[in-house]
C-alpha cells in the first residue's frame, strides 16, 4: 500500500507548480491505497465494462499514457487470487 495526494481525474495538476500551489492551499486528498499504471488498467477494464473503458479514452487521454498511475484507496480493493 502506498499513501498519496490525489487529485479528481477530470481536474489533475498540470505540473510540479500548480501540485506544489494545491499542497499548500490543502486542495488535495492523501489517501492510502494502491498504486496502479492506468494505461493497462483501462485495458483490463474494457473487458469488464467497454463502455466505462470507452470513457476514460475519450475524456482523460492524456491519463493513460505511460507512467501515468491510478490510485485506488484500499477500502475500494481486495484481494484477487493469480495463477
Do not use: I
Request: a positive charge; hydrophobic letters at 40%.
Amino acid at each position: 500500500m502506498y499513501k498519496a495526494k490525489t487529485f479528481g481525474l477530470l481536474s489533475p495538476a498540470r505540473g510540479r507548480f500548480e501540485n506544489w500551489v494545491r499542497c499548500r492551499l490543502g486542495l488535495v486528498d492523501s489517501r492510502v491505497g494502491y498504486l496502479v499504471k492506468a494505461g493497462p488498467a483501462v485495458e483490463v477494464l474494457s473487458g469488464h465494462d467497454p463502455s466505462a473503458a470507452r470513457w476514460y479514452r475519450e475524456n482523460v487521454p492524456q491519463l493513460l499514457e505511460p507512467g501515468k498511475l491510478f490510485h485506488f484507496a484500499a477500502e475500494e480493493c481486495r484481494t484477487v487470487e493469480t495463477e
